[in-house]
């Protein structure tokens, strides 16, 4: 597993003339205290498609590669939950209800105004897995 995805460092500085941020690019990377690490791989979520997963902020090059290991080790489920946000999951269960045919019209309208009103406001930046 350990020449899956790939490992990078980035920042956040910006070209003073474009105002652009300059992440790769940016010529201080080969400072020990800029910038963070990242990682990116592909694995399978739940329903058997490559899912891309994206994490970063890690202090060291050694740590980015132990998470993205330890993601990869992971179920399919836990992944999934690690990848996704409670807003992807509740359009994804707005989609269900409204294939559903054995639940009454006003139920459902119900049901997709709490989630559009509610849950996705307030609770859709949360990913799964926490």
């Given amino acids: ?7 990078f ?7 003073p003339v474009t105002g652009r941020r300059l ?3 940016c010529p201080r990377l080969g400072e020990p205290a800029h910038g963070s690490w ?9 329903f058997g498609r490559a899912e891309r997963l994206r994490r ?4 060291s090059r050694a740590a980015a590669v132990r998470a993205r290991e ?3 080790s992971q179920s399919q489920e836990a ?3 690690w990848a996704w946000t409670v807003q992807r999951w509740l359009r994804w269960l707005r989609y269900w209800l409204s294939s559903r045919v054995s639940i009454r019209p006003t139920t459902r309208l119900s049901h997709q105004g709490y989630i559009d009103q509610f849950l996705i406001p307030q609770l859709g930046h949360l990913r799964l897995a926490d």
């Fill in 38 to 46: 990242y990682f990116a791989c592909s694995a399978p979520n739940v």
């Fill in 79 to 81: 992944r999934t939950g």
């Fill in 1 to 7: 597993m350990g020449d899956t995805g790939a490992v």
């Fill in 70 to 72: 330890e993601c990869l």
């Fill in 56 to 59: 970063g902020g890690y202090r």
């Fill in 9 to 15: 460092k980035r920042c956040g500085c910006r070209n």
């Fill in 23 to 25: 992440d790769r690019a």
